[in-house]
């Protein structure tokens, strides 16, 4: 069976976890690890965690929940060490705030791929679309930016199609490739994602369009907050990964998109 790590980064992050917790606490896929990598936190955060383990303790489909807590050096670093303890097959990275659309969604999800494939022909990554939400799990709108029916590494010339929250990455791509968290301290998430997406083109292994809304992304996140800081972080990812003169001539387009839509 298809076996998925669900990773969690907070740090104090109590009012916004419950959500997030009883999201895959409500999935009724049985092979689901749970990663809740905590930063050390001061609030009822690790009371949250404790008693999500308890109630998973009697639950009729249980999970395997792992919960680090120990000072971080941020958001990538703690992603980092989820990718590290990951033992699933596909990891994709759920926070605070953020929820699944559904409570079927990973099996759905499972139900795409065949088990007896052999695992390194597996696609690389799952892929889906994403709702924004308030901070009351309210639907505020669809993300403006949606995925294509076929994605690849070059699709993100046009800004992150894909959600974060919606990219299922295969764990032994995800561990060869891990965040740079050096350099970005808030776009990370983009460079990391198209890192694998070129990988997954140097291996030909697919990019499945799952064409399900996975996640509910909560709107005020670490980016939007630092969106400036965010934005010249991901001129500099383009430049990288496409060029100069392709991240320049994107860069006019997006502030040309961003006008019309206002």
Same mark, same amino acid.
């Given at each position: 069976?298809?076996?998925?790590?669900?990773?969690?980064?907070?740090?104090?992050?109590?009012?916004?976890?419950?959500?997030?917790?009883?999201?895959?606490?409500?999935?009724?896929?049985?092979?689901?690890?749970?990663?809740?990598?905590?930063?050390?936190?001061?609030?009822?955060?690790?009371?949250?965690?404790?008693?999500?383990?308890?109630?998973?303790?009697?639950?009729?489909?249980?999970?395997?929940?792992?919960?680090?807590?120990?000072?971080?050096?941020?958001?990538?670093?703690? &992603?980092?060490?989820?990718?590290?303890?990951?033992?699933?097959?596909?990891?994709?990275?759920?926070?605070?705030?953020?929820?699944?659309?559904?409570?079927?969604?990973?099996?759905?999800?499972?139900?795409?791929?065949?088990?007896?494939?052999?695992?390194?022909?597996?696609?690389?990554?799952?892929?889906?679309?994403?709702?924004?939400?308030?901070?009351?799990?309210?639907?505020?709108?669809?993300?403006? *930016?949606?995925?294509?029916? !076929?994605?690849?590494?070059?699709?993100?010339?046009?800004? &992150?199609?894909?959600?974060?929250?919606?990219?299922?990455?295969?764990?032994? *791509?995800?561990?060869?490739?891990?965040?740079?968290?050096?350099?970005?301290?808030?776009?990370?998430?983009?460079?990391?994602?198209?890192?694998? &997406?070129?990988?997954?083109?140097?291996?030909? *292994?697919?990019? *499945?369009?799952?064409?399900?809304?996975?996640?509910?992304?909560?709107?005020?996140?670490?980016?939007?907050?630092?969106?400036?800081?965010?934005?010249?972080?991901?001129?500099?990812? &383009?430049?990288?990964?496409?060029? !100069?003169?392709?991240?320049?001539?994107?860069?006019?387009?997006?502030?040309?998109?961003?006008?019309? !839509?206002?």
């Amino acid at each position: 069976m298809i076996k998925f790590t669900i990773a969690t980064v907070c740090y104090n992050a109590g009012q916004f976890l419950s959500p997030t917790i009883h999201s895959v606490e409500e999935q009724d896929y049985a092979h689901v690890e749970h990663l809740i990598i905590d930063g050390n936190s001061q609030d009822e955060t690790l009371a949250l965690i404790h008693h999500y383990q308890e109630r998973n303790s009697r639950a009729s489909i249980q999970h395997d929940i792992v919960c680090r807590s120990e000072p971080d050096e941020g958001i990538y670093d703690a &992603m980092n060490k989820a990718i590290e303890l990951a033992t699933g097959d596909y990891i994709l990275f759920l926070n605070a705030g953020d929820t699944f659309h559904h409570n079927t969604l990973l099996s759905e999800i499972a139900a795409m791929i065949d088990p007896e494939e052999e695992k390194v022909r597996r696609p690389a990554v799952l892929y889906g679309d994403t709702h924004l939400v308030d901070n009351e799990g309210k639907f505020l709108r669809r993300r403006r *930016l949606t995925p294509p029916e !076929k994605l690849s590494w070059q699709s993100f010339r046009f800004g &992150m199609l894909v959600c974060h929250q919606a990219f299922f990455a295969r764990l032994d *791509l995800a561990k060869k490739f891990p965040y740079n968290n050096e350099d970005y301290r808030f776009s990370a998430d983009f460079d990391w994602c198209i890192r694998i &997406m070129r990988e997954a083109e140097r291996l030909r *292994l697919q990019l *499945l369009n799952t064409n399900l809304v996975v996640a509910n992304y909560l709107a005020e996140g670490t980016t939007t907050k630092n969106h400036k800081a965010s934005l010249l972080e991901r001129y500099d990812i &383009m430049c990288k990964h496409y060029g !100069k003169f392709t991240a320049a001539v994107m860069h006019g387009w997006f502030v040309i998109r961003a006008f019309f !839509k206002s």
